[in-house]
């Protein structure tokens, strides 16, 4: 195994695109797939992304957006079912609910905190830039859900899970590098909480 990371790192690849490899690799991944997109990527229409990533469809296209609690309680910090950040997997061609990531959000921490929060204590936005990148590392329209630097909650919109077929892309750690990977792989690696957060 050594030798083969030496082999890769010998590669023209970025360092995110090795430590991808190599993690998805260590952990035997299958489905996982990583492409590097034209500079241009985000100009191009969500049919243009779909024909270069060989994608089933639109909805099989998704990004990682990180939300931050506004209304964070810094007296109940110490909760671990009470985190002041999640990632959230969507698709592009979906609209979130905010509120729907609020109250999934309140029932969690109620259901396994035995001091439960009420709804005030909650308050979900989008999180700015400085904060998302200093959470996981990426820029803007390159987050990826993994090898973050802090290990936040990830969520995943219901609608990603009932895709055919069950695949889908995301960022890559890069703004040019895209992620494909199987539903069922990615909930399996993550842990991730499944919710039905659209419109």
């Known amino acids: 195994m050594e030798s083969l990371v030496k082999r890769i790192k010998a590669l023209p690849m970025s360092d995110i695109e ?4 190599y993690y998805f690799r260590k952990l035997r991944v299958a489905s996982a797939q990583i492409k590097r997109a034209q500079s241009n990527y985000y100009d191009l229409t969500l049919e243009q992304r779909r024909e270069f990533l060989n994608a089933p469809s639109t909805y099989h296209l998704c990004k990682t957006i990180v939300m931050e609690n506004t ?3 810094e007296s109940a910090s110490k909760d671990p079912f009470y985190p002041k950040h999640v990632a959230v997997i969507v698709q592009y061609e979906g609209r979130m609910n905010a509120e729907r990531v609020m109250k999934f959000m309140k029932d969690y ?3 396994n905190s035995p001091h439960k929060l009420p709804r005030k204590a909650f308050h979900f936005r989008l999180a700015d830039e400085e904060v998302a990148k200093e959470l996981t590392g990426y820029g ?4 990826t859900p993994f090898l973050m630097k802090t290990n936040i909650p990830i969520i995943i919109s219901k609608s990603v899970t009932e895709l ?4 889908f892309w995301m960022g890559g750690g890069e703004v040019e590098l895209k992620l494909g990977m199987s539903v069922d792989e990615f909930l ?3 842990k991730a909480h499944i919710v039905d957060i659209g419109y």
């Open 18 to 21: 090795i430590e991808l490899w």
């Open 71 to 73: 209304a964070y309680d």
């Open 109 to 111: 921490q109620n259901a």
């Open 140 to 143: 803007y329209n390159a987050i």
């Open 164 to 167: 055919t077929p069950k695949f």
């Open 188 to 190: 399996g690696l993550t």
